[in-house]
Nanobody, 124 residues
Framework: QVQLLESGGGSVQAGGSLRLSCAAS???????MGWFRQAPGKEREGVAS????????IYDDSVKGRFTISSDNAKNTVYLQMNSLKPEDTAMYYC??????????????????WGQGTQVTVSS
């Protein structure tokens, strides 16, 4: 079973940047890879997804123009570059793999193999 390991979280001031990484042991084949986040007391929400085979991406409106998802297929690693961070971006960020091939819609129930998460805290 594929295991996902996130890294790169931390604490930054508003306007700062962070880059998250998600390493997939065993690769991700034809699956989509997604980043989700969950703030205390809120539901998990989709942030961005990518189909590494083509580079096709989907972004939630709240992060468009600020976040960029990418993949390095030789390293089986997916990245989330986060710029212009806002306090409302504060959350635990999770990486996950789609249940079905090529299904990149940002719907949490469609993703499996969740990582342990990495905390992102943005102060004003």
């Amino acid at each position: 079973q594929v295991q996902l390991l996130e890294s790169g979280g931390g604490s930054v001031q508003a306007g700062g940047s962070l880059r998250l990484s998600c390493a997939a042991s065993g690769g991700y084949s034809r699956k989509c890879m997604g980043w989700f986040r969950q703030a205390p007391g809120k539901e998990r929400e989709g942030v961005a997804s990518i189909y590494p085979g083509t580079g096709s991406t989907i972004y939630d409106d709240s992060v468009k123009g600020r976040f960029t998802i990418s993949s390095d297929n030789a390293k089986n690693t997916v990245y989330l570059q986060m710029n212009s961070l806002k306090p409302e971006d504060t959350a635990m960020y999770y990486c996950a793999m789609s249940r079905r091939h090529g299904d990149c819609a940002l719907v949490a129930v469609n993703f499996v193999n969740w990582g342990q998460g990495t905390q992102v805290t943005v102060s004003s």
